[in-house]
């Protein structure tokens, strides 16, 4: 794709007078954010406010009735305001609804003058060349006020809706802000979704803040080096769980006009079933059993997100939206069930803990092992008995100590939401088969004595 020039003299500016108006103290990411937004629309088209933090487009949404009637019979698109969710937003979605792991965000800043006909002829043609795509306006202008997501993949739909946008729109135009790459005038951004301004808003208002602190002037390449630290080192800001690759690439695309060819990962089924069973690890090393479970019951129906993206090179959540299926997930679970010699029920909850049991039965020993031990340490054998007894008999968890003796702020008895009282019986088994101990024919006092007993002598070699 060739965009059109480099805009770091742009971004240049727009940092030194984001970084000027900081010396006032009126800065925030609300304010970088409605910058971003409206700054670069013509004066006739932004609301007169003494205020930054309310510097807004005029307001646009008497068009939406003329567009909901224009549109409402269309055959490919369905056109409405949902007045509940998104009541600031007009919705075009082709009936065959996008569905796609990753986007191409295209921004077609359409001017006040030619916004109402220019909408119309945009969707119409969405709409006849039966385009997929999850679009909106918004009742106010802004440099990003209309938005045609597409499915980063179809490569044909994207040059369709750039090509006549630029032989049809490309007068009625406004500019973008700089971070925003362009094709002939046109912003576009990658990613799953999210809001690239308001994110970008985020780490500009943090950027802005340690400039400020340290002294030190602002720059486009500067700021480059700054989000390239924030991927690195997996420093968020707002609401994502992990830093969003998408912001570093479209940004390094503004900034150098270029798109960075990405090497494509080939993986073979192994392959993919190796990176699910790091990334559920990873996911269950961070948040634990139960989370990682319900993470895995989302990504059968698509939805990545519950699980982590991990801090290392392989970004485990990015890398499966990119290379694994729904349906993928579902097959190496059966598979994997059908190798170990377990019967896979039509009922998908039961296939996933089976599955999860499977990938992490070896290490819920070594977790059950530490929670008992430092129950143990710090009360006594007879406590740590009645406790295990109460667990398994009526769950109860109040007789196992929450804080260990060394005051290492883990919350141990918070630890047992991760396993199933009907588990615990099997797991302290497998500890004891860890240990080289057979406990195949013990009945459960015998079980629990024996447990309590390798434990005790466990700990006097800890300490």
């Known amino acids: 794709m060739i965009f059109d020039k480099p805009r770091n003299n742009e971004i240049n500016e727009l940092l030194n007078y984001l970084y000027k108006l900081s010396a006032t103290g009126h800065i925030n990411e609300k304010i970088i954010y409605h910058v971003l937004s409206y700054h670069y629309l013509k004066p006739i088209e932004r609301k007169k406010r003494d205020s930054f933090e309310f510097l807004e487009g005029i307001s646009v949404d008497h068009f939406f009735d003329e567009w909901e009637k224009e549109f409402s019979s269309r055959k490919n698109t369905s056109a409405f305001v949902d007045k509940i ?12 609804l996008l569905n796609c792991r990753e986007y191409a965000t295209l921004y077609i800043p359409i001017d006040y ?17 039966n385009i997929k795509h999850s679009s909106f306006v918004s009742d106010v202008m802004s440099c990003e006020n209309v938005i045609v997501r597409l499915d980063k993949k179809d490569d044909e739909s994207i040059k369709k809706v750039i090509d006549f946008v630029y032989y049809n729109l490309s007068g009625c135009l406004n500019k973008t802000n700089p971070l925003v790459p362009t094709i002939g005038g046109i912003g576009y951004s990658v990613g799953d979704g999210k809001n690239y301004n308001y994110e970008m808003s985020l780490y500009l208002n943090k950027y802005i803040q340690m400039c400020r602190e340290r002294n030190s002037k602002v720059s486009a390449e500067n700021f480059k080096k700054f989000l390239e630290a924030c991927y690195s080192n997996n420093v968020k800001f707002g609401r994502s769980e992990d830093f969003d690759e998408h912001l570093l690439e479209t940004y390094n695309i503004a900034y150098s006009g270029v798109e960075k060819e ?19 690890t990873a996911t269950y090393n961070k948040y634990g059993y139960e989370h990682a479970k319900i993470a895995l019951l989302k990504a059968t129906h698509g939805n990545y997100e519950s699980i982590t993206n991990g801090s290392g090179e392989v970004k485990y959540r990015d890398e499966l939206k990119k290379h694994v299926s729904k349906d993928e997930i579902v097959n190496f679970m059966k598979i994997e069930l059908v190798f170990s ?10 296939v996933i803990n089976n599955y999860c049991k499977l990938l992490f039965y070896s290490q819920l020993p070594t977790l059950f ?7 143990l340490e710090k009360y006594d054998a007879n406590q740590l008995k009645d406790a295990l007894i109460n667990y398994i008999n009526f769950r109860h968890t109040d007789m196992f100590t929450r804080f260990s003796n060394n005051n290492d702020g883990i919350n141990y008895r ?4 991760f396993f199933n009282s009907s588990d615990i019986i099997s797991v302290i088994k497998q500890s004891l088969i860890n240990k080289e101990i057979d406990s195949t024919n013990m009945s459960l006092p015998v079980l629990l004595d024996t447990y309590i007993k390798v434990l005790g002598i466990e700990k006097y070699r800890h300490q």
């Open 369 to 375: 092992d530490t929670i008992c031990r430092v129950t």
């Open 414 to 417: 918070d630890q047992l939401k």
């Open 113 to 129: 003058a030619h916004l109402n006909k220019g909408v119309m002829l945009l969707f119409d043609f969405l709409d006849k060349s």
């Open 262 to 280: 990405k090497e494509e990962t080939k993986y073979s089924n192994e392959d993919k079933h190796h990176l699910l069973k790091e990334a559920l």
């Open 341 to 350: 010699g377990i019967s896979v029920s039509e009922d998908m909850n039961e």
């Open 85 to 96: 969710a998104y009541p600031h937003y007009f919705q075009f979605i082709s009936q065959d």
